[in-house]
């Protein structure tokens, strides 16, 4: 029997150590551009396009409204209608692409420059408000009212949420003599607002039955709380049945009121791009809302969107690639940082940075935890195998679409392998 030594055994036990945490290094995660990517590149490229720019793939755009499309239509379980929440799109051509895609012409806003604009440009459109507008902002899009030819008493429906601010429409329609239609937001489980119990929706009942300016156009029920449930112990599937089910004793208590109407002739609102696969028109809604699913930004990656695609995002150009070197003062720290993950050896300052945005293409890309964001000239560390070099573009995937979509002028339309076109986008409003 062979012994070993001391010395030997030590040895060994440090080379195990030093070979087990070389294995923890992370690995390369470097490539050059995917050819999806790469044609993308040299599309924007040969458009003359240089500065931060928001692509949408006209192609998967349509993908994504044609699986939006065949849901709502049904399959013989019932009709839908489909709503465009305004927000998540905020585009007149990017609207009017899916609308005439989908076959709607209904559309949510969520504030007062949007409705005036939409009311304006688009006078054919059925619209519901998001959110309760605040009385004053209610009047002034009364006091500048379109010249297009919407009819607001048969085309807008207003949202409250509480007496107080159907009292506050009431004497803002009595004072106009103006006829409001009022959709009455309903809570099923987010707490964010609405209508919290029967009680207080029989008080909003009686104000709207006894003032005959104010009719009753319907309900909504935003439920984007159940998808963001933690899967366990059957909780999301709690949640989720527990919105529909409010919102079934809400529309039955609605049914058994003095406002009672024909079902087909309410707006009877719900859902969002999360969850309005859960809904195929047998139960008490019959309308959902839909927007962020049509361009499927990282945020709505979930099994219920599975087979969606992102349509839309950042380009953004290189201004410098090359060895990542370390501001001075903190030189050992890049350099223990290059030694033990590959992909903190090369540097990518981009054009801009610091968006609601995650690197995407090519792949490997990330923001450096050294020196942080900066919206100006944001550096992003990779392994160098991405092979960028200056006025080539870095391709990020936006988190969500409202906000982000709007923040870089005109949208580039890409399809069959080349801008096409460019669409116009709204104003920034919160």
Do not use: C
């Amino acid at each position: 029997m062979s012994f070993i030594s001391r010395r030997g055994f030590l040895g060994a036990t440090g080379i195990a150590a030093v070979t087990g945490t070389v294995a923890l290094r992370p690995s390369d995660q470097g490539a050059p551009y995917e050819p999806y990517f790469a044609q993308l590149n040299q599309a924007l490229k040969t458009a003359g396009i240089g500065t931060p720019t928001l692509v949408i793939d006209r192609e998967r755009l349509h993908a994504n409204a044609q699986k939006v499309k065949a849901h709502v239509q049904g399959n013989g379980q019932g009709k839908l209608h489909l709503r465009l929440v305004n927000k998540s799109l905020p585009s007149l051509s990017l609207l009017d692409e899916i609308a005439q895609a989908t076959g709607t012409n209904r559309q949510m806003v969520f504030n007062l420059p949007y409705l005036q604009l939409l009311t304006q440009q688009r006078p054919q459109s059925q619209i519901l408000l998001g959110k309760p507008l605040p009385v004053a902002a209610v009047a002034r899009f009364y006091a500048q009212p379109p010249t297009s030819g919407f009819d607001a008493s048969q085309q807008l429906q207003w949202l409250v949420d509480t007496p107080q601010r159907v009292q506050q429409y009431r004497e803002l329609a009595r004072a106009q003599r103006r006829p409001m239609r009022v959709n009455i937001e309903i809570d099923v489980g987010l707490h964010r607002g609405g209508v919290p119990d029967l009680d207080v929706l029989k008080t909003m009942v009686q104000l709207i039955q006894e003032e005959p300016l104010l009719r009753w156009s319907g309900l909504m029920g935003y439920e984007a709380h159940t998808e963001k449930i933690p899967e366990v112990g059957g909780l999301r599937e709690r949640s989720r049945a527990h919105a529909k089910q409010v919102y079934q004793r809400f529309a039955d208590f609605m049914q058994a009121s003095p406002l009672k109407q024909d079902r087909q002739a309410l707006t009877l609102n719900t859902a969002g791009s999360p969850s309005f696969r859960l809904h195929d028109g047998t139960g008490a809604a019959n309308e959902v809302a839909v927007g962020s699913a049509m361009v499927k930004p990282s945020d709505f990656d979930s099994p219920l969107l599975s087979d969606f695609v992102s349509a839309a995002f950042i380009a953004t150009p290189v201004i410098k690639s090359g060895r990542f070197v370390a501001p001075d003062g903190v030189e050992e720290l890049g350099t223990a940082a290059a030694w033990w993950d590959a992909n903190q050896r090369h540097s990518v300052f981009i054009y801009g940075g610091h968006w609601m945005a995650k690197p995407f293409a090519p792949a490997g890309l990330s923001p450096s935890g050294l020196i942080g964001p900066s919206s100006n000239q944001q550096i992003l560390l990779g392994s160098g195998k991405q092979a960028l070099q200056p006025d080539d573009f870095v391709f990020l995937r936006p988190t969500q679409s409202e906000a982000v979509l709007q923040q870089f002028g005109d949208i580039a339309v890409y399809e069959n392998g080349r801008v096409t076109t460019m669409w116009p986008v709204f104003p920034a409003q919160a």
